[in-house]
T-cell receptor
Framework: QQQVKQSPQSLIVQKGGIPIINCAYENTAFDYFPWYQQFPGKGPALLIAIRPDVSEKKEGRFTISFNKSAKQFSLHIMDSQPGDSATYFCAARSPDSNYQLIWGAGTKLIIKP | DTEVTQTPKHLVMGMTNKKSLKCEQHMGHRAMYWYKQKAKKPPELMFVYSYEKLSINESVPSRFSPECPNSSLLNLHLHALQPEDSALYLC???????????FGPGTRLTVL
């Protein structure tokens, strides 16, 4: 129940395309869902986050779609660029576990020029 | 400013060495975290400090010893590590334990 399942494991998209990364969870107590972007050898950087009472949130080219009934959320990157090539992690915050972040396994995204 | 700094960037140590990793934040955050990240894996939580008190210890071996000297600093003391401890060690902070976590750049540790 404390898992977050992320897919796909890797994704290759042509420049300008719209990569979509999906995450699913079981624990309805999760109260906050951040996405982190990580470049090789760097720490994860917060990209965008959403709470379960909102169905969509957009920041620049990044959009989170949230489906509370299906217990799924996804990240869309509009007009993707080679500089977006990185590993993306979804996470869920668990009030049941001292607000720890439960992490997805990560998606390695490559944007081809 | 959401900057968390970590030193050193890289560290190579033998199994009998003692070394320390340092983390600093000046955002007034009262929760600080140590994570370990292996290649192609998500970060794994090791320790959480809340208001300078250790609040979570995720059953980490005693060869890792955290210390929080004040609200801005977090150290991780390393002793008698094993080669399998080689990883990227990440520090993070948040305004409180339920706040958004901001990560530092990490220390790449290699144990020979």
């Amino acid at each position: 129940q404390q898992q977050v399942k992320q897919s796909p494991q890797s994704l290759i998209v042509q420049k300008g395309g719209i990569p979509i990364i999906n995450c699913a969870y079981e624990n309805t107590a999760f109260d906050y869902f951040p996405w982190y972007q990580q470049f090789p050898g760097k720490g994860p950087a917060l990209l965008i986050a959403i709470r379960p009472d909102v169905s969509e949130k957009k920041e620049g080219r990044f959009t989170i779609s949230f489906n509370k009934s299906a217990k799924q959320f996804s990240l869309h990157i509009m007009d993707s660029q080679p500089g977006d090539s990185a590993t993306y992690f979804c996470a869920a915050r668990s009030p049941d576990s001292n607000y720890q972040l439960i992490w997805g396994a990560g998606t390695k995204l490559i944007i081809k020029p | 400013d959401t900057e968390v700094t970590q030193t050193p960037k890289h560290l190579v140590m033998g199994m009998t060495n003692k070394k320390s990793l340092k983390c600093e934040q000046h955002m007034g955050h009262r929760a600080m975290y140590w994570y370990k990240q292996k290649a192609k894996k998500p970060p794994e939580l090791m320790f959480v400090y809340s208001y300078e008190k250790l609040s979570i210890n995720e059953s980490v071996p005693s060869r890792f010893s955290p210390e929080c000297p004040n609200s801005s600093l977090l150290n991780l003391h390393l002793h008698a590590l094993q080669p399998e401890d080689s990883a990227l060690y990440l520090c993070a902070s948040s305004s409180k334990t339920e706040g958004t976590q901001y990560f530092g750049p990490g220390t790449r540790l290699t144990v020979l």
